[in-house]
């Protein structure tokens, strides 16, 4: 049994409280003070654990160590990804709050070389429930069911999602609804990367990512009773995106 949590962007906080009302519980595992599932269940994030927030390394670490622990599994994210390759040395732009991560990085004492080598093993998608579950970032197209997750073919769909390659007015790709175009019901595919101000069922895809961090919420979907958990933000972070946060 599954739960799957929307993109983070750093809202440790939420995040905290989010696990805690789905019965998690802090407890001790090799040293480390870590947040341990009820029995029978296992936390799964959507990635994008990084950026835009106020406490990315913290929400990293929180999250690295549950999969170190064997308490969790994590795809990865494009901000995720991006991190990856500043840690790389790869001359990445630090946009997008890549900025806050690097110095809330190196406040914590976190070594470039831990970085990398936690996230180069994250997988672009997790197929579980014998294929009948599939967790990606962005998006996830059947034709991929015989690709390995790490896979460089799988890593347009998997951490950015299908686009026109256009942009948008405010620097953002004009994104494909793959979701509304999906002909298959199955497998469940779960993902994140787009905000909507609610969790979204179409085409037998459910997106969680509902903004936490532009002062929406931080959704998880347990699986498979398809029960729906959420947090509200404590506050809007980044206000890019206005129209996310209940405050408007």
């Known amino acids: 049994m599954y739960d799957i949590i929307g993109d983070i962007h750093g809202c440790t906080y939420e995040l905290s409280l989010l696990l805690e009302k789905m019965g ?3 407890d001790t595992f090799d040293g480390t003070i870590i947040y341990k599932p009820p029995d029978g269940r296992k936390a799964v994030f959507v990635g994008d654990l990084v950026d835009r927030g106020y ?3 913290t929400a990293y670490c929180l999250v690295r160590d549950m999969v170190r622990a064997g308490f969790a599994l994590l795809c990865r994210g494009n901000h995720d990804d991006k991190f990856m390759r500043w840690a790389k040395g790869n001359n990445v732009i630090l946009n997008h709050g890549l900025d806050k991560t690097t110095e809330d990085a190196g406040r914590m004492g976190l070594s470039k070389e831990g970085i990398l080598d936690f996230l180069k093993n994250t997988p672009m998608y997790l197929s579980l429930d ?7 970032h962005a998006a996830w197209r059947n034709s991929l069911k015989d690709k390995s997750p790490f896979d460089k073919k799988c890593r347009t769909w998997c951490l ?10 405010n620097g953002l790709p004009d994104r494909i609804d793959w979701a509304a175009e999906r002909k298959e019901t ?7 990367h ?16 509902t903004g936490c961090v532009f002062g929406g919420h931080l959704t998880a979907l347990r699986y498979p009773e398809m029960e729906i958990v ?15 946060s209940d405050d408007i």
């Open 230 to 244: 959420q947090i509200k933000a404590n506050r809007t972070y980044d206000n890019s995106k206005p129209d996310i």
């Open 55 to 57: 406490s990315s390394a």
């Open 160 to 169: 950015y999602g299908p686009t026109t390659g256009k942009t948008l007015e």
């Open 130 to 136: 014998d294929g009948k579950l599939i967790v990606a």
């Open 186 to 192: 199955e497998p469940l595919i779960v993902y994140g």
């Open 194 to 209: 787009q905000p909507y101000k609610e969790p979204r069922y179409l085409n037998g895809t459910y997106a969680i990512d």
């Open 24 to 26: 998690y519980e802090w």
